[in-house]
């Protein structure tokens, strides 16, 4: 059974940082890629960053470039998402993903989610 699971979020001032952590298991890696998503309210979920090519490559959504850092830890089975100079723009649940083979394919396997709320 795959499984992928947050944590790392919580309440942060404008400004401040954060890192979110997503561990996974029962996944073959040589398959999957991981991406980072959020969904504030009534918003359509977006994709934030992803990492791909045996954790080389790193993608990123032009709102978060420059102030968010994906990274990896294949030991642990775990990525992180470093969140610096946050905004209240950024308040979101931010969920990890598996995603087939590369970032442009859609997710297939999800983790519960974790609320990442900054204040002015």
């Known amino acids: 059974e795959v499984q992928l699971v947050e944590s790392g979020g919580g309440f942060v001032q404008a400004g401040g940082s954060l890192r979110l952590s997503c561990t996974a298991s029962g996944l073959n890696f040589d398959d999957y890629v991981i991406g980072w998503f959020r969904q504030a309210p009534g918003k359509e979920r977006e994709g934030v960053s992803c990492i791909a090519d045996n954790n080389v490559t790193t993608y990123y959504a032009d709102s978060v470039k420059g102030r968010f850092t994906m990274s990896a830890d294949i030991a642990k089975n775990t990525v992180y998402l470093e969140m610096n100079n946050v905004n209240p723009g950024d308040t979101a649940v931010y969920s990890c993903?598996?995603?087939?083979?590369?970032?442009?394919?859609?997710?297939?396997?999800w983790g519960q989610g974790t609320q990442v709320t900054v204040s002015s």
């Open positions: 993903a598996a995603l087939y083979i590369d970032c442009g394919f859609e997710a297939e396997y």
